[in-house]
């Protein structure tokens, strides 16, 4: 039997249609079971604590857990595999931060390509780092810090969490922009560092708000300035690097992301509950608390962020010849 001419039109524009449906319903009743946040750090960190507080919200509004899963190892590179090779399917979620874009030029044999096979999600918070110094060393500024370290060419440590950590990379920055020699001294994490840093092993350290803060308030550490562009409200009087070396920013920075061909319906729909969550007060507090700051927006927004992270630390990492551990 032939078709008018009319009907075949009718059919075809009938089945181009058919893909679209399931697309459109699939984002509209996404979740439907529970979905699993991957963090590539162990647990009780920065990465974790955001993880959870966030997690916790998206369960009580979107009416489906979300259950943090922490995939430690190789500085967030094995729990990032988890997330690339896992379904597009909006049900495997990865906790992205700082290292992601550090380890783009860090590794140079990844089993993936993070911003090609990593959707970003949404952004959720800056977190700065504090330039700390033990109260018993010589130096109460950034300028007196510069001066101290040109007078004394090569004798001065400064301590990290480890090679291509966010405070690894904040110290060499501040090498690069001051033309000061320091020497680097990596740890397993920040604790140990912050022990050898008040027994003047290392003399400098540019840790996190989150682990410096206690000891700064017990007068352990003298802080000499915050990373971010604008000052903190948790350290007040301490002003921020960019007021000593002119164009220096560094913050760690917090967000979600799904694997690539996730369809669009769906990353939409956790974009918006998360900018609704960032949006609450008693969430909006809490991370408040940590000391940052929150970057509701786009996924276009924080994939530009990515990306522009990406560029500025390979720079970093290529003038200073990092290699991991």
Not at 170 to 176: I, P, T
Request: glycine share 8%; charged share 15%; hydrophobic share 45%.
């Amino acid at each position: 039997m032939k078709l008018s001419r009319r009907k075949l039109l009718h059919l075809a524009a009938c089945a181009a249609a058919l893909p679209a449906v399931p697309r459109i319903a699939y984002g509209q009743t996404y979740p439907s079971r529970p979905v699993r946040i991957i963090v590539p750090f162990a647990a009780a960190g920065p990465n974790d604590i955001i993880a959870r507080a966030l997690g916790q919200w998206l369960s009580e509004h979107l009416a489906q857990s979300f259950v943090i899963e922490n995939r430690p190892g190789a500085a967030s590179n094995i729990g990032t595999e988890v997330v690339v090779n896992a379904a597009p399917d909006g049900y495997t979620v990865l906790m992205v931060s700082s290292p992601h874009a550090i380890n783009a030029t860090l590794y140079e044999k990844l089993h993936f390509n993070f911003i090609r096979d990593i959707a970003p999600v949404a952004g959720i918070m800056r977190i700065p780092n504090v330039m700390v110094v033990a109260q018993a060393f010589p130096v109460r500024s950034v300028p007196e810090f510069i001066s101290y370290a040109k007078a004394n060419p090569g004798k001065l440590n400064f301590a990290s969490s480890g090679v291509g950590a966010s405070n690894h990379m904040s110290g060499e920055l501040f090498k690069a922009m001051t033309g000061i020699e320091m020497t680097h001294v990596p740890y397993r994490s920040s604790g140990p560092a912050l022990t050898d840093l008040f027994g003047g092993q290392v003399q400098v350290m540019f840790d996190a708000m989150t682990s410096t803060i206690e000891h700064i308030k017990a007068n352990k550490l003298r802080p000499l300035a915050v990373t971010s562009a604008a000052q903190s409200a948790l350290l007040p009087e301490t002003l921020v690097m960019s007021d000593f070396v002119p164009g220096y920013e560094v913050s760690n920075w917090f967000g979600l992301g799904m694997p690539r061909n996730t369809p669009e319906e769906i990353v939409n729909v956790l974009n918006k509950a998360v900018n609704d969550a960032l949006a609450d007060p008693k969430l909006k507090a809490r991370l408040a608390d940590l000391g940052g700051t929150t970057i509701p927006g786009s996924p276009a927004d924080f994939g530009k962020l990515i990306a522009d992270e990406t560029e500025k630390w390979g720079k970093v990492i290529r003038a200073a010849n990092i290699k991991p551990e």
